[in-house]
């Protein structure tokens, strides 16, 4: 997976990327508060979101429980005794091949299992797709306009973006999509051959049995639990 350099990317990194220090995030709102205020001095009120009230399917969308932020979600520590065990083994997954933190594993293995549920999806290989596509990066942008924890390829699958009001940085939206395409594919082709549709047709033969290759390593991996 190769990320390129996008606008809106850098912002939402700036804004809401997780291993970005705080006292560097302190840094960027002081200065912008500074600015605001500066050439408004009347009052002004500031939010800083990873969601933009001016997009039109942002705002048109309803708002629900899966739209809360992840700060607004219980933590890991909180919900052990409610903890599912699907969730708990995809967390495991995460854990051993990726650098995701407590909060956001425990987040997007959540994410998965509800997405495999409800798509009657191994949630296993939902995992190992979004493994290999974003190593759990969930502003991931590729040079080929592939966005996400999934990398939706946006040029692709634009108009069912912008039908549904699906918000790619999100979490839930993001698994919710890429779990959805995935079915498609393995419906249509087959297991593997479906994996290999999800890299796209358009990529070369040797390209789709190294991307295979690499989702099966991830997948064999789930014995681990």
């Known amino acids: 997976m190769e990320v390129g350099w996008n606008r809106k990317y850098l912002a939402h990194t700036v804004v809401c990327h997780p291993r970005l220090p705080k006292s560097f995030k302190s840094v960027v709102y002081t200065v912008t508060a500074a600015v605001v205020i500066f050439v408004f001095p009347t009052t002004t009120a500031i939010v ?30 909180e ?17 051993r091949n990726s650098s995701l933190d407590d909060s956001d594993r425990a987040r997007v293995a959540r994410a998965v299992v509800a997405s495999a549920r409800e798509y009657d999806v191994d949630p296993y290989l939902v995992a190992s797709i979004l493994l290999v596509e974003s190593t759990g ?3 991931a942008i590729s040079r080929r306009d592939a966005v996400g924890l999934m990398q939706i390829h946006v040029p692709t699958w634009a108009h069912l973006i912008e039908r549904e009001g699906i918000d790619l940085f999100h979490v839930e939206d993001n698994i919710d999509l890429g779990t959805r395409i995935l079915k498609d594919y393995t419906r249509r082709f087959g297991l593997w051959e479906g994996v290999s549709r999800y890299l796209g047709t358009g990529g070369p033969p040797e390209g789709a049995v190294e991307y295979v290759g690499r989702v099966r390593a991830i997948y064999s991996d789930r014995n681990a639990d």
């Open 48 to 77: 800083f979101s990873d969601r933009s009230p001016a997009d039109p399917a942002v705002a048109a969308a309803p708002a629900t429980v899966d739209s809360l932020d992840a700060e607004a979600r219980p933590a890991f520590s």
């Open 137 to 139: 990066n969930r502003f």
């Open 79 to 95: 919900i052990d005794d409610v903890w599912d065990p699907a969730a708990a083994s995809i967390d495991s997954l995460l854990d």
